[in-house]
């Protein structure tokens, strides 16, 4: 079943004229084959609360299911995914962008405040064989601004200057 999508501002007047019809519409994305509790995975049709449209309760154990909660529209993690493991090549391309960083904004400490991470982990990816976990690496892309893939694949910086920015 394909639920409408408004195209235009009078299109999600009409579609959602109050907050029971959103709720309602949130309700068929996140439960399409009908309303399952998160906590105990009852079946039965939930509660309502009147003045809260977007709060479901389970009528066997009483768990609320929050539609605009940002965490019930995350994919479960399997119970034993790790996040991607970072090639050789990979490791050595944002080893050298942390490098190139860390002459950018000077110091060591300097560069763990502008990423938000401890010193410490910054540190250990000079070492010979680091440990740099792929949110490291976004995180180095982001701070950059430029696509992880260009980090990883080593387009980035690629043969640019330290100081300046410019290639060489």
């Known amino acids: 079943m394909s ?15 109050d907050d029971a019809a959103c709720a309602k519409y949130l309700e068929a994305i ?10 105990c995975k009852d079946h039965r049709e ?4 009147a003045s809260r449209p977007h709060v479901l309760r389970c ?31 990979q490791l050595a391309n944002v080893k050298r962008a942390v490098a190139f960083l ?3 904004y000077g110091s060591a400490p300097k560069l ?21 976990s ?3 690496a ?13 980090v990883l694949g080593g387009a980035w910086p690629g043969e640019r200057c330290a100081h300046c920015g410019r290639r060489d």
């Not at 639920?3 to 004229?17: E, I, M, N, T, V």
């Open 138 to 150: 976004l995180r180095v892309a982001r701070l950059a601004g430029v696509p992880l893939d260009d």
């Open 30 to 39: 996140r439960f399409p084959g009908g309303f399952e509790c998160p906590a």
């Open 46 to 49: 939930p509660g309502r609360i």
């Open 102 to 104: 860390r002459v950018r």
């Open 112 to 132: 763990a405040v502008a990423l938000r991470m401890p010193l410490r982990t910054v540190e250990r990816t000079t070492h010979r064989r680091p440990r740099i």
């Open 134 to 136: 792929l949110r490291t």
């Open 3 to 17: 639920l409408p999508f408004p195209k235009s501002l009078p299109d999600f007047q009409r579609l959602f004229p």
């Open 59 to 89: 009528r066997a154990c009483r768990a609320m299911a929050i539609l605009t909660h940002p965490i019930a529209w995350r994919r479960p993690r399997p119970p034993n995914a790790r996040p991607r493991d970072l090639d050789d090549d």
